[in-house]
């Protein structure tokens, strides 16, 4: 059962690695690539911001977002900004999300996120978690996905490897980590391709990061191509 109180203290660890990290950068570095494609390191920081603001609409029965568009212009607005401005909005929209999990309330209630996404509310936590964590690994700033805590790569992994089940355009796949674990994604039926390797490559490939799965070993066929996150 998803412990939100854990895991709202998981947020916070993050969210002060995080702010330790970019508190270390300067206005130049901002406006560099990330490892996400298209977008700055400003643009991973707006994005975060504008997130924990959006998980509070969640929290309190808004949309998520005004729309898609309405998300990628704030993204796109507030991406060139100086740093102070940045770390700033991460901590003033950190704590704004942070002092609505305070609030009395029913965790296992439904709620919706974005395209029709629903959660219990209990859930949403562990989902900043990953904005968080994930996103800093993205800056590409030296914090890598072999640096992610153990517990987080983990549990990153069954969520995807849930997120990619049942989809018919991924074949069943069983997934071996060096740590022990198994799991399986994919639609249904009997695995036909295995994939193995470290926590932290399986870890990039359902989540498209890093090399992708370059590093994985695979039988049975070649390794699947992802729909994108």
Excluded at 133 to 149: A, K, M, Q, R, T
């Amino acid at each position: 059962m998803t412990d939100h109180v854990h895991d709202l203290r998981s947020v916070r660890e993050a969210t002060d690695r995080l702010l330790t990290a970019v508190a270390k950068l300067d206005n130049a570095a901002l406006a560099e690539e990330s490892h996400l494609p298209g977008w700055t390191r400003g643009h991973i920081l707006a994005h975060l911001a504008r997130n924990a603001d959006a998980l509070v609409n969640v929290f309190e029965g808004r949309p998520m977002y005004e729309s898609a568009t309405a998300r990628d212009t704030d993204i796109e607005r507030d991406a060139g900004r100086p740093l102070e401005e940045h770390l700033a909005d991460l901590r003033d929209s950190a704590a704004r999300f942070m002092a609505t999990t305070e609030h009395d309330q029913d965790w296992s209630r439904t709620v919706e996120l974005r395209n029709g996404v629903t959660d219990r509310a209990a859930g949403v936590p562990f989902r900043r978690w990953i904005e968080a964590d994930l996103h800093h690994v993205d800056l590409n700033i030296g914090y890598e996905l072999s640096d992610l805590p153990d517990e987080f790569t983990d549990r990153e992994i069954d969520f995807l490897a849930d997120r990619w089940s049942g989809r018919p355009e991924v074949p069943p796949v069983a997934l071996v980590a060096t740590d022990g674990r198994t799991r399986r994604t994919g639609s249904a039926g009997d695995p036909t391709v295995t994939v193995s390797g470290t926590p932290a490559q399986l870890l990039a490939w359902l989540a498209g990061r890093g090399d992708k799965g370059a590093a994985l070993t695979t039988s049975g066929g070649p390794l699947p191509e992802l729909p994108p996150l």
